[in-house]
């Protein structure tokens, strides 16, 4: 039996108009044991439509005035109500999507909780569980397959609760699907403000957790050789010209890998023999060779080339012991060459001092043979120095990569902007290529990878001014590549930020699924509104107003938008994005001056 509230008076397009009962304002109505909720705005109602109840969704209402007759002066009121049909019941079970509609006359009547609870859960008896309907309070099974198997974006302004849902979604993930989960996915969440460096998500030995520091780097991040060892990001990390500079650095990494065989000493070697016994010296290459003697760190080296002079006239390299070093290669084959094997040791070497000594040894090579010019390729060396500089203390050098765990917490709430704009993309390179290679060749994949990147303004604005151009395009497209892209191998974004409007709008639109707080900027609404194509506009309007943990979920895992109101994570789950708790903070301080200062405490 049926609850019966109102019946049909008009319908234009999806815009259809109920004539409500005069008997029908209760809020709440309890039949056979079932609850029931009252008509009110963005509350579900049924048509009859012969064996068909439509699902509509209230959007309005209004009171329509009639009086009795033309002589009276009573005047009776109607009320009515907008709603828009949103899916059919049939067979009690809930599809979405307009396919009939109803006519004149058409009886509505009430939707229970148990049927809107249907119509927004999943039929399949599943206990993922992160909040309730905002109104009705049901709590709802979400579809977590259809879930994290798509990109995500959680939006919201400061404070509006975003990332109690971050963590909350994938706390409940973690403790539903935790050993389905080992071997078969990997999660790595980019952290910029070290909110999830404790227990939060997940608190078992399948956590590694790795705090970047760019002064002390106490903890690194372990990066794979041929990642760093590629032309292409090194000619974007020290900005290198195309035409000169990016040429250079492509001679350093094909030396490099042809003659890799070889010690590096041996290209010392061979490179100062270049140098030292060339038919025409050049005053350059002699101070690219005491540059290579501070960047090995052999004093006795330095000592021996700074007292070598040049003689432009003659042509010739003088030495402080007398000797002359010229093109017949004696003084270099006698003193030099001896002296390098003496004092050269090249074995404490790490591979960001590899990297820059190459840099210059490849230099002194080309400025002796005239392949460059020195004045050209020196300022790529000095940002080289710079940006290694900053990359040492936060990234370790490996050949073969650790062990992966379950979920990798990369916090970077200790480095410095410019290794902050850095990092995520050597990062996120460094898993997406690995995991490509991996899964290049399986359909589906038997694998995924879940990049999780909080604060997700900070890398992948359009607007930034920080930075060099061709850095940024490049950073870009390496996330539309994995947005785009990604999924075939198993790769799945989750973008958390505050401004939506901020981040490239080709990453946005590829979005699949949306957690959206409280936005109040008109740029930011705007996006979405043209972006998201099931969002509908009741649910767009109450976007400014959600109170704090309420979101709007939707995209292409759900049937139809909802108002969900996220459960808040327990204390020591909770990102650690708390907000001030003032009165304890002044009253402890209130406290102490008068301590401290011998004032009497007010009485109470």
């Given amino acids: 039996m049926v609850i019966r509230v109102g019946e049909v008076i008009a319908v234009s397009g999806v815009r259809i108009t109920l004539r409500i009962f005069e008997d029908s304002n209760q809020e709440t109505l309890f039949h056979e044991g079932k609850k029931y909720r009252g008509v009110s705005i963005r509350e579900h109602l049924l048509i009859q439509r012969g064996f068909i109840d439509i699902v509509c969704l209230v959007e309005g209402e209004y009171l329509d005035e009639r009086k009795l007759d033309e002589t009276a002066e009573k005047t009776s009121y109607i009320r009515k109500v907008d709603v828009r049909p949103v899916g059919y019941v049939a067979d009690n079970k809930f599809y979405e999507g307009v396919k009939y509609m109803p006519m004149i006359r058409d009886g509505a009547s009430l ?56 963590a909350k979604l994938y706390t409940t993930l973690f403790r539903e699907k935790l050993a389905g989960l080992k071997g078969k996915s990997q999660f790595v969440i980019i952290d910029f403000n070290g909110e999830y460096t404790g227990g939060q998500i997940l608190a078992t030995q399948d956590k590694k957790v790795t705090v970047l520091d760019s002064k002390n780097g106490a903890q690194k991040f372990t990066l794979e050789s041929a990642h760093f060892w590629d032309a292409e990001t090194l000619s974007l990390l020290f900005q290198a010209t195309t035409n000169t500079q990016a040429p250079f650095l492509r001679r350093v990494l094909s030396g490099r890998e042809k003659f890799k065989d070889l010690p590096l000493s041996h290209f010392l070697e061979k490179t100062f023999e ?33 007292g070598v ?75 080289a120095r710079s940006s290694l500089a900053g990359l040492r203390n936060v990234l370790h050098i490996v050949d073969a990569p650790p062990p992966p765990y379950l979920l990798h917490v990369i916090s970077l709430k200790k480095c410095k902007n410019g290794v902050k704009k850095i990092l995520p993309m050597l990062i996120a390179k460094n898993f ?88 109040v900027n008109e740029r930011d609404l705007m996006l979405l509104d043209n972006t998201i194509s099931t969002l509908d506009a009741s649910s767009k309007s109450l976007i400014p107003t959600l109170a704090k943990g309420c979101c709007v979920l939707t995209g292409t895992a759900f049937d139809l938008p909802m108002i969900l109101k996220i459960d808040p994570l327990l204390e020591g789950h909770r990102p650690a994005s708390d907000d001030v708790n003032l009165e304890a903070l002044w009253a402890n301080h209130s406290l102490f001056h008068a301590m401290t200062h011998g004032l009497a405490w007010p009485k109470r």
């Fill in 309 to 383: 002079k040049y003689h432009a006239q003659n042509k010739y390299f003088r030495a402080l012991e007398g000797h002359y070093y010229d093109s017949d290669g004696k003084a270099f084959a006698a003193f030099l060459k001896p002296f390098l094997a003496a004092h050269v040791k090249l074995d404490a070497l790490d591979q960001f001092d590899e990297l820059l000594l190459r840099c210059y040894l490849q230099l002194c090579g080309d400025v002796v043979m005239g392949y460059a010019q020195y004045e050209h390729i020196q300022p790529v060396l000095a940002r």
């Fill in 432 to 519: 997406y290529v690995n995991h490509k290679e991996a899964e290049g060749l399986n359909s589906p994949p038997t694998k995924t990878l879940h990049l999780i990147i909080d604060e997700a303004h900070n890398i992948l604005s359009e607007q930034s001014t920080r930075e060099h151009e061709i850095w940024k395009d490049y950073r870009l497209e390496l996330f539309e590549e994995i947005i785009k892209e990604g999924r075939k191998y198993g790769v799945y974004l989750t973008l958390s930020s505050q401004r939506p409007a901020d981040i490239s709008p080709t990453i946005v639109s590829q979005i699949h699924n949306f957690f959206i707080h409280r936005l």
């Fill in 274 to 306: 270049r140098v030292f016994a060339a038919a025409e010296p050049k005053a350059e290459a002699l101070e690219l060779t005491r540059e290579v003697a501070r960047i090995i760190g052999s004093e006795a080296l330095q000592h021996h080339l700074a």
């Fill in 111 to 166: 939707l229970s909780e148990e049927m809107v609870g249907k119509i927004y859960g999943v039929n399949d008896g599943g206990s993922f569980t992160i909040g309730a309907i905002l109104k009705e309070n049901i709590p709802i099974s979400l579809p977590w397959t259809r879930l994290f198997n798509s990109h995500l974006g959680i939006f919201g302004n400061t404070g509006s609760g975003k990332s109690n849902t971050l």
